[in-house]
């Protein structure tokens, strides 16, 4: 039983489950199973972005580029589909991951043989990323009307009473799970967070697991792009504006060390959870969601608080720090 | 051109990126900014009339300020992303005193005070705590921006006193505005205080090796507890001036300036992994940034497109030592 107290996901779930039970006595129709898959189908997108931001901040880096390569991506799929609706959707789902691949492995690149620190290479990528936006669309919309009904409808079929959107989060949580847990490089990423030097020593390529990681968070961003813009049905410069630090946030009340090494599939995708149940209980229990920034940052220096209690372990991406005697 | 010997005072970058190349950060930043300045005179008839060029100077001077105090947390190792949120929150109290009737002098005081309160509330979580600062202030931006939206709403206040008005629009001399003179000044003490006390000499010790301060002594955790009060004053102040710049105050405001100071300070050749870094390099990224959107602005070019530059800027000035060094050692892989 103590084992399994050790657990952060354990707390997460109770903590989500009291937060659900704390909503449920304001508004009955919460805790409905019906509105919990809700819940999950909004908060997918969420969900996918932090499992690929989580393998990047395992490794000591951080992806800052993540929201701008969603917004580039997805305008890139929004243009082709309005001006070829005839490209079938699993085409220009695998476009998008080609495209977020491509600006993922840009990052990679420059971290892993250039050596830049990732916050330097991904706050650069970040603007540069969002401009080429204004610059590939000219600064204009792709709007509902322009998209076909495929590109729009594909991710709200239902299969097997769920929607599509919800598979295929639910493939990408199993597939981190997968990789994480039963490979060579899911193992490598989290040696590398732990101690990059005795990586070497071990064998890794530190550099090239870097540069995988920022791959993999690069193909999902892209991929959140396309579900980002067939779900929210506009294409525009501001789409996801500033969520990267969602997804961080997301990340780390999901218990995953920005100090690298410390992190689990689990967490990251309850901790998309824990902000979006957070996002969709506001409306409905009658509160402002002017309060939605307000409470989530309490949420995050609360978990922050709660891991460093956890952890008492020093290490760090940007900085080292004093080991208090 | 030969090597220029880094000067005495300042640790050399953790990677010598430059210095050991061809000479120094400084340097490199003073030819890129004559660059840009030549390009921007060719470009645009506009760009030379003294008063244009004092309208330039808006660009840079609010987050300028913010980018000093940034310096000194980065060199000590620690960051913080709330200062965009701080500069809403307290342009939202300062509106909250407009509304109630204050006078001038109680909002300045106000826009300060709230700075200085929230970075001493960062300083506390990070010292006291042990936190990450990145992400305490992750947290705290989404905070105190939210408690900003909270207020506000999705109003605006707005019926500033003209008196008011002076720090952000108004001129000390000629066509050198206030804000410029601020940033001048502060510059100078930052610089000072960096570069001339033992407490720059500490800030700098801690960012190389903290471990090391802690056992010779240095009071790490109180002099980080001072950088992050410092950088909630400098965005206190930077508050009060965008907020009489703009004679309004909306939730909204100063929105991506955490990232735009993070910038100035990293173009300005401070290293990000701490321990290293000058003023005058920031003060000249700070120019750089501001010569860069407002030529492009003469040029019509869209404030997205000016973002691919700085952006481009920033990776390359970045990578252009290393690159150099590798070519020079003939080692690129």
Redesign the interface.
């Known amino acids: 039983m103590k084992n399994f107290l050790k657990y952060r996901e354990i707390w997460l779930l109770a903590g989500i489950v009291v937060l659900i039970g704390l909503i449920s006595t304001r508004f009955p129709g919460f805790a409905d199973p019906a509105n919990l898959r809700q819940v999950f189908n909004d908060t997918s997108i969420l969900m996918i972005l932090a499992l690929g931001q989580m393998v990047v901040i395992l490794t000591r880096s951080i992806d800052l580029s993540m929201a701008s390569n969603l917004c580039f991506t997805g305008m890139v799929v929004a243009m082709l589909n309005a001006a070829h609706p005839a490209i079938p959707i699993p085409v220009l789902i695998m476009i998008a991951l080609a495209v977020g691949l491509v600006l993922g492995a840009i990052n990679g690149f420059l971290v892993w043989r250039l050596n830049i620190p990732s916050i330097v290479v991904t706050l650069g990528t970040l603007t540069i990323y969002r401009g080429a936006t204004f610059v590939v669309s000219g600064g204009a919309w792709v709007n509902a009307d322009q998209m076909s009904p495929d590109f729009i409808n594909f991710q709200r079929a239902a299969f097997l009473g769920i929607p599509v959107l919800s598979w295929i989060a639910i493939i990408v949580i199993g597939l981190f799970f997968l990789v994480m847990t039963r490979t060579q490089i899911g193992r490598s990423i989290y040696a590398i967070g732990v101690n990059p030097t005795a990586s070497v020593y071990a064998g890794i390529d530190v550099g090239r697991t870097k540069f995988i990681v920022f791959c993999i968070s690069g193909m999902i961003g892209g991929l959140a792009g396309y579900l980002w813009i067939s779900r929210y049905v506009i294409a525009s410069v501001e789409v996801a504006n500033g969520y990267e630090l969602n997804i961080i946030a997301a990340c780390v009340i999901g218990g995953i060390s920005i100090a690298g090494g410390i992190g689990s599939v689990g967490g990251a995708v309850l901790g998309a959870l824990f902000l979006g149940i957070i996002s969709n209980a506001l409306p409905v229990i009658n509160i402002s969601p002017f309060w939605q920034m307000a409470i989530s940052g309490s949420a995050i220096i609360l978990a922050v608080v709660l891991n460093a209690r956890g952890e008492r372990r020093q290490g760090r991406i940007i900085l080292r720090k004093a080991e208090a005697a | 051109m030969t090597d220029t010997p880094a000067p005495r005072h300042i640790p050399d970058r953790l990677?010598k990126p430059l210095s050991s190349a061809i000479f120094s950060w400084e340097a490199l930043l003073v030819v890129i900014a004559v660059a840009i300045f030549a390009v921007n005179s060719f470009a645009s008839p506009y760009f030379l009339d003294p008063w244009s060029l004092s309208d330039l100077t808006f660009n840079f001077t609010e987050k300028g300020l913010i980018a000093l105090a940034m310096a000194l947390l980065i060199i000590s190792?620690?960051?913080d992303?709330s200062v965009a949120a701080i500069v809403a929150l307290a342009s939202t109290m300062m509106g909250m005193a407009v509304q109630a009737g204050a006078g001038t002098p109680v909002l300045v005081l106000i826009g300060i005070a709230v700075g200085l309160a929230c970075g001493a509330f960062n300083g506390l979580?990070v010292t006291r705590?042990?936190?990450?600062?990145?992400?305490?202030t992750?947290?705290?931006?989404?905070?105190?921006?939210?408690?900003a939206?909270?207020i506000l709403?999705?109003q605006a206040y707005k019926g500033y006193p003209e008196s008011f008005a002076f720090f952000g629009q108004g001129y000390v001399w000629w066509v050198f505005s206030f804000e410029l003179a601020l940033f001048l000044v502060a510059a100078l003490i930052y610089w000072f205080v960096l570069h001339r006390t033992s407490f720059g000499r500490r800030v700098f010790a801690?960012?190389n090796?903290?471990?090391a301060?802690?056992?010779s002594g240095v009071r790490?955790d109180r002099i980080k507890f001072i950088l992050f009060c410092l950088t909630g004053l400098m965005s206190g102040i930077a508050s009060v001036l965008i907020t009489s710049r703009l004679g309004s105050t909306r939730p909204s405001i100063a929105?991506?300036y955490e990232?735009e100071a993070?910038?100035m300070v990293?173009l300005g050749g401070v290293s990000?992994?701490?321990g290293a870094g000058s003023i005058l390099g920031v003060v000249l990224a700070a120019f750089i940034m501001g010569l860069v959107t407002f030529g492009l602005g003469l040029l019509n070019v869209?404030g997205?497109?000016?973002?691919?530059f700085?952006?481009?800027l920033?990776?390359i000035v970045?990578?252009l030592p290393?690159?150099w060094r590798r070519l020079r050692e003939g080692r690129f892989?």
Not at chain 2, 304 to 308: A, F, H, L, P, R
């Open positions: 990677d190792g620690e960051i992303l979580l705590l042990g936190l990450p600062s990145i992400v305490v992750i947290g705290t931006m989404s905070l105190f921006r939210g408690i939206f909270i709403g999705d801690i960012g090796n903290p471990v301060c802690q056992f790490v929105q991506g990232l993070i910038t990293v990000i992994l701490g869209p997205i497109v000016m973002s691919i700085i952006g481009l920033l990776i970045i990578a290393i690159v892989a």
